[in-house]
């Protein structure tokens, strides 16, 4: 299994440039045809390496979270990914496998595979394979909280973390959490959310927590604010607070997103 990724290339001249690309005041769309070779990123300490910047901080819109698309080369990668001493991360491998060394430990990660990874910690990735490989990438400044150590790493495949149905929707609505939710070292969560055909989010759900929505296989209309959106594989949706959402899974194919939000503190005044 492998999932969608930034596609990269350059649309020909008969494309039209009207799409589904969206930036409002309460959320953007990121279509996967917007995500090509022109609006890529090469960053500092990372050799064979490209990234797409998704989602980044940003005033009056949403300042929690950055989320990457990072694509890997043969023999592409970093000993020193990430600059800022304060930040942990997730990664999910969207396809090829990449070697991600925490500490002293090695870990082998293919499609599926999932890393958290805490603030200060060492860690190298490299693609020591012959094709490339895609990995998102979402970074987050923890919010240490007095009383409460920082959450250790951990490397986990998705066919390891069963996937519990929500209430009263006949196991058309499913999560895999990563994280026990009660576990309040964490400030943030990334989940794989899945849909049969037919499945939806049955109200307009309104809340704080920030999303980056990057649907890695299937279609359905999602209802963003005030506007239904059509979107389907590489797509990307990014929410600020309170932006209110639903959708509904299209197709004959489940609807599966990688899901980010901030919890489990208090708001700063």
């Known amino acids: 299994m492998t999932y969608a990724f930034p596609p990269g290339g350059h649309p020909g001249q008969n494309n039209s ?3 589904t690309a969206r930036f409002t005041e ?11 070779d022109i609006v890529t990123s090469f960053l500092p300490g990372w050799t064979g390496t490209r ?11 949403a300042g929690t979270f950055a989320q990457y698309a990072i ?32 500490g002293r430990r090695a870990y082998e990660m293919k499609a599926g595979s999932y890393a958290y990874i805490p603030p200060s910690a060492v860690w190298t990735l490299w693609n020591r394979n012959e094709t490339p490989s895609g990995v998102h990438w979402i970074r ?14 951990f490397v986990v495949h998705e066919t390891e973390t069963p996937k519990m149905s929500m209430p009263d929707c006949g196991d058309l609505w499913q999560t895999q959490r990563f994280v026990d939710p009660f576990d309040l070292r964490h400030d ?12 939806r989010i049955p109200f307009a759900e309104t809340h704080v927590m920030e999303h980056g929505i ?11 604010n005030t506007d239904w ?18 959708c509904i899974a299209t197709g004959e194919e489940p609807f599966r997103y990688l899901l980010y939000k901030d919890v489990n503190r208090h708001v700063p005044l």
């Open 214 to 224: 990057y649907v890695l296989q299937g279609t359905a209309d999602y209802l963003l």
């Open 188 to 199: 943030f969560h990334v989940n794989l959310v899945s849909f049969q055909p037919g499945g």
């Open 51 to 61: 990234a797409w910047i998704l989602a980044r901080p940003m005033s009056g819109f």
């Open 17 to 19: 440039a009207e799409g």
């Open 71 to 102: 694509e890997l080369a043969p023999e592409g990668g970093s000993d020193t990914p990430e600059p800022d001493v304060h930040a942990q991360a997730v990664l999910f491998v969207a396809h090829g496998q990449v070697t991600l060394r925490l």
């Open 26 to 36: 309460a959320y953007a769309v990121l279509p996967a045809i917007t995500q090509r």
């Open 140 to 153: 987050k400044k923890y919010q240490s909280v007095d009383g409460l150590m920082p959450p250790e790493a």
């Open 229 to 246: 959106i059509s979107v389907g594989p590489g797509d990307f949706m990014w929410l600020r607070a309170f932006c209110p959402q639903a």
